[in-house]
């Protein structure tokens, strides 16, 4: 059996592994000669200078630079952790290898801070390790709460996009708008609940109004809101009527969809009301969970005062557990007892517009880098939005 890990708990080659006599290769230190294995978090950089990592030794500690990796890797052995097995298990990661430099890592790991499925893709593909996304889970309401702060109504500077989530329920719409900035950081601007029935034009004239209404911007004057993803699990012919008589606006009648699929897909989708854009929930709802665990920088969530207990109740209502299906582990998102979701299910949403975005050639660091060009021009507030007007008005 040969493959990369993948989650911790539902990873076949885990099992066989945790089986076997599970041997690590060790090489010496050019230095003091002690054989070690290599581990990610030895590898050091300068600040800013991922091109010039190094490896500290376990015992000397001194660094040790890429180019005598080949030398170490010649001398190196093969070290049984579990010899009493009955089964050879060998272990090997990027660290080792002959095509890739410790600086290469350190700058695809730096790349993928604050996106999950580039980290997750790295900690599996590149160390080699399994993925532990169980611990995402553990952010609390309490903790959300406390991170709450003063802004709005007002889009932020840093927000150079704006994307809505809706989730359609029986007499309601609900919508969550979210600003986007550089690395996805994002801004929760607000979630509005929208009474109505789905059947009747009264809801979808009172929800086509909400997404119409501008946003103020300190550079870019009043904003649009770029693109609106909502789910037609519900009244899915009234939603693919009203987002098809919309695609000039970018808003979109999606389906989200388990399993191991693209965030976006290529094309719509046939549907029998309409057509729709099937979206991987399992994928967006990874992102946006880990999400919220991050505190600084790139990937971070905003949360305004506005935001209450029962929003972040909402917010946290999901988590993943392991099931198992003929003997195969499976991961499957479980609401939690008594939760109600709408509020997370926007917030899905309105992350896979952002991704639709990207899909039509929109990328939020493009276009965070000419709202950074506005500001530093001195463009007087209101100016900068005509530099939109053409890509997202009236398409």
């Not at 050019?30 to 200078?49: A, I, Y």
């Not at 996805?184 to 929800?207: F, T």
């Not at 709802?285 to 971070?300: D, F, N, S, V, W």
Request: hydrophobic share 40%; glycine share 8%; charged share 25%.
């Amino acid at each position: 059996m040969v493959s990369s890990p993948t989650v911790k708990g539902a990873s076949r080659i885990e099992a066989a592994w945790l089986e076997s006599d599970q041997r690590f290769y060790e090489v010496p230190c050019p230095e003091c000669g002690e054989f070690q294995r290599l581990v990610w978090t030895r590898v050091e950089w300068p600040e800013d200078k991922p091109e010039e990592a190094e490896y500290r030794c376990a015992r000397c500690e001194q660094l040790i630079p890429h180019h005598r990796k080949a030398g170490m890797v010649a001398r190196g052995r093969w070290v049984a952790t579990n010899p009493g097995a009955g089964i050879a298990g060998f272990h090997l990661s990027e660290l080792y290898s002959p095509w890739r430099s410790w600086g290469e890592l350190a700058d695809e790991w730096l790349k993928a801070q604050g996106n999950v499925e580039r980290l997750r893709a790295f900690i599996n593909t590149s160390l080699a390790e399994l993925w532990d996304d169980s611990a995402a889970a553990n952010v609390t309401e309490a903790d959300l709460l406390a991170r709450r702060e003063a802004y709005g109504p007002a889009l932020p500077a840093g927000a150079a996009l704006l994307t809505a989530g809706v989730d359609i329920q029986d007499d309601r719409a609900e919508v969550s708008v979210y600003g986007w900035g550089r690395g996805e950081e994002s801004w929760l601007m607000v979630h509005r609940v929208i009474p109505g029935d789905p059947s009747a034009p009264g809801l979808w004239a009172a929800l086509d109004d909400f997404l119409l209404a501008p946003w103020q911007h300190p550079v870019l004057g009043p904003t649009p809101i770029h693109a609106v993803a909502i789910d037609s699990g519900y009244y899915a012919g009234a939603v693919c009527r009203f987002a098809d008589e919309r695609r000039g606006r970018r808003v979109w009648a999606v389906k989200g969809m388990a399993g191991r699929r693209p965030v976006w897909p290529r094309k719509q989708s046939k549907a029998a009301k309409g057509r729709v854009y099937v979206v991987g929930v399992d994928s967006l709802k990874t992102t946006l969970q880990a999400r919220l665990r991050i505190t600084e920088g790139a990937g971070r969530i905003h949360f305004p005062t506005t935001a209450d207990l029962a929003f972040f109740e909402q917010l946290n209502s999901e988590y993943l557990r392991t099931e198992y299906r003929r003997g195969v582990p499976v991961r499957v998102w479980e609401r939690r007892k008594g939760r109600r979701a709408e509020i997370w299910d926007a917030a899905v949403y309105a992350l896979a517009a952002v991704y639709g975005l990207q899909s039509h050639g929109v990328h939020v660091d493009v276009e965070a880098a000419r709202m950074d060009a506005l500001r530093q021009a001195g463009a007087v507030q209101g100016q900068g939005y005509q530099v939109y007007r053409s890509k997202f008005v009236g398409r």
